[in-house]
């Protein structure tokens, strides 16, 4: 982990999404943050330690659905899937299935697996998931403000927390989709 020294910054943005707006000052304390994000292999030590099972891999609290199918209650996730041909953008169901058994252990559906996958992030992980893991280990999430904070580092009221370019000198900084969204990603 790394300590982060607190400070002040300009949290949010009124340059993209509504929801970042308006930026905002914002103080946040010190605090210890992983440097890197929880693999697979990791997230395995946890379950296998705790037992835990995931939002994902549990069926869906019917009295909180009421008049939903038994189907639409089971254990499913969330998985991109990539258009053949043009689509309505307004809609974002036009990209994303829900996926019975997809779940961290199968993170492109029931088919799929981890093998080769140790060293990857974990996916298909709700906040209540990633809450179970940090207490476990002894550990906090942070919160918003933290972790942008953390992401700028020391970057000052930049568009992106590395500068003002979304590709400074052609280079993409972040994994960025590339193409015609959603169904060309180059």
Not at 113 to 137: C, Q
Not at 180 to 185: A, G, I, L, S
């Amino acid at each position: 982990m790394l300590w982060i020294r607190g400070g002040e910054f300009l949290m949010g943005s009124d340059s993209h999404y509504p929801e970042e707006a308006p930026a905002h000052r914002v103080v946040v304390g010190g605090f210890w943050m992983d440097r890197s994000t929880v693999t697979n292999a990791e997230f395995r030590r946890f379950v296998e330690a705790s037992g835990y099972v995931t939002l994902a891999e549990r069926p869906a609290n019917a009295a909180d659905y009421p008049g939903a199918s038994a189907e639409s209650l089971a254990p499913a996730s969330a998985l991109f899937v990539r258009p053949s041909r043009g689509i309505d953008r307004n809609n974002h169901y036009n990209w994303w299935a829900y996926v019975r058994g997809a779940n961290w252990r199968h993170p492109r559906g029931p088919a799929s697996g981890l093998k080769g996958l140790d060293s990857h992030p974990v996916v298909h992980i709700a906040y209540e998931d990633a809450e179970a893991y940090a207490n476990w280990a002894g550990k906090a999430l942070p919160t918003e403000a933290e972790w942008e904070f953390a992401a700028r580092g020391g970057l000052e009221g930049a568009e992106f927390v590395w500068g003002a370019e979304l590709t400074p000198g052609g280079r993409h900084m972040a994994n960025t989709y590339q193409g015609e969204f959603p169904f060309r990603n180059d």
